[in-house]
């Protein structure tokens, strides 16, 4: 079992080695894409801790 | 008319001009017949348990109102998916993959994790539609998930993809039962002409009118939709000459889309517009003493509706993971010769089964939860095709035309809006005036 887990970590490893750089040219519409997708990102995470704050209030 | 001297006789013979349109034409069918199923099995599984629902409670609604919207909405699945076609078939990689490699493992990991969870969570719903519809006909749920579980495992257990794409497609014709299902009900064809293909919005634009439109939307653009295309076109192993064809299927697909989602509308608005109805289990369960063969028709298309989306969708993230964790993952390898892919699959469809079998499990939130989960993941896995599909290095020739891109910029700009409204408003139901 440990082994197991020992080998899933090791592979998430590789594959974190495999694809550490994106191989897209990084032209200025990928860098503006990419960046609009993280603020999108981070909005929705930030209205989904709200609601679940809201929820826990009993909102 | 005068040939010129060498040049091959302009008036050829008009039954040597047939046969050679009947050949030509014959062959043309032969090899769609062997391309197509990708397409159409994506577009069919599209109308999952959630979908039938959607199309039903717009119908109960509305009446025959919003069919023009769904007529609109088949062009706009059709322009995404025929994006997946494309870049599976000049990469031959999944969509998870192939994020990874373009976009790193941050933008990877993302893409994969957000999907497994929606499509775990898309599955559960898929169980609750087809054990609300058997249970009409008094069947346990237990054995509606046993049953599908073992199916769906059996089917591809011969380690075949034809094996496999054929069985899916019998369960895509099955879709169309609400075709005579609408018929039998004799809808006003005159209203559903005049009222339904005019495009209006039912009476003003209400928050409830907002809500179903957005719900459509979000029911006919889906992330799984994506990756599940494009694996299924790798999988398949269609090379770049098999697009064309590929389109087709894909066109097709849409069409019967269109086809299912419109007469579902009209069955709906024909027996129950205006009855307050929240799920198409529960359309069929009110349409039983109105006239018992629609209702049944309902309930089977429901449970058909709810088992082709869980073959699919659980096909979508298994292909991704084994994509990324380079397990094999192809249809053509059986159980023994893809374990792993096997087991994710057996795991994510007993889980989503179990969910729903647990007493008193939060299966109204799991639904709402579905779309908020999508919301974050179909925008990324969206904006990836179409930068994809802009990098010549990449696609080649098959890269995105100037047309081609400003009408996927375009819808992909406003699905990316709509279903972000339709994941707010889900948050907050009072935020648009919504009860």
Partial sequence: MISLVKGFFGKIHEINVRYQHPKIHQSRAVKASLLMLRIYLLLLVVLLLYRFVLTLRGG | ?435
């Avoid at chain 2, 609400?178 to 006003?188: G, K, L, Q, S």
């Avoid at chain 2, 293909?197 to 634009?205: D, Q, S, T």
């Fill in chain 2, 1 to 435: 008319m005068v040939n010129l001297p060498g040049a091959a006789p302009r008036k050829m013979d008009f039954l040597a001009r047939f046969f050679y349109r009947y050949r030509r034409l014959s062959k043309a069918l032969r090899l769609f017949l062997i391309i197509a199923g990708p397409g159409i099995i994506v577009m069919v599984a599209d109308n999952d348990a959630g979908g039938i629902t959607t199309y039903a409670v717009t119908g109960s609604n509305y009446g025959y109102a919003l069919i023009w919207f769904m007529i609109l909405l088949g062009p706009v699945a059709y322009v995404v998916q025929e994006m997946c076609v494309r870049l599976g078939a000049v990469t031959k990689r999944g969509h998870a993959e192939a994020i990874f490699d373009a976009f790193g493992s941050f933008w990877g990991w993302f893409s994969l994790i957000d999907l497994t969870l929606t499509d775990f969570l898309t599955i559960v719903t898929e169980f609750i539609g087809m054990t609300t519809a058997l249970a009409i006909f008094h069947f346990p749920p237990i054995a509606t998930v046993a049953i599908v579980i073992i199916l769906i495992m059996a089917m591809v257990l011969q380690g075949r993809y034809w094996t496999w794409e054929k069985i899916v497609l019998v369960f895509c014709v099955l879709n169309l039962i609400y075709v005579p299902a609408a018929i039998i009900v004799h809808p006003n064809y005159s209203e559903v002409l005049r009222g339904g293909l005019i495009p209006n919005l039912a009476g003003g634009f209400t928050s409830n009118l907002f809500f179903l439109l957005m719900a459509n939307i979000g029911t006919t653009i889906a992330p799984w939709m994506i990756f599940f295309h494009q694996s299924a076109v790798v999988d398949k192993g269609l090379q770049e000459k098999d697009i064309r064809m590929e389109r087709v299927d894909t066109a097709l697909g849409s069409l019967a889309t269109i086809i299912v989602a419109s007469f579902i509308i009209m069955l709906t608005g024909t027996l129950l517009y205006g009855v307050p109805i929240e799920s198409a289990s529960e359309a069929a369960a009110a349409l039983m003493p109105i006239n018992n063969w629609v209702g049944t028709l309902l309930a089977i298309g429901l449970f058909d509706a709810g088992l082709l989306g869980a073959i699919a969708i659980s096909l979508a993230s298994s292909w991704a993971l084994g994509e990324v964790f380079g397990w094999a993952h192809s249809l053509n390898n059986n159980v023994r010769q893809a374990p792993w892919f096997s087991i994710f699959r057996f795991v994510i469809l007993l889980g989503a089964g179990i969910v729903v079998l647990i007493p008193g499990a939060p299966l109204i939130l799991i639904t709402l939860f579905v779309q908020v989960i999508a919301v974050t993941l179909l925008p990324a896995a969206l904006v990836f095709l179409i930068l994809l599909l802009n990098n010549k290095e990449l696609v080649g020739k098959f890269k995105n035309t100037l047309a081609q891109n400003i009408i996927a910029s375009a819808i992909v700009g406003v699905i990316i809006i709509l279903s972000t409204l339709y994941g707010i408003s889900t948050l907050f139901p009072n935020l648009f005036g919504g009860g």
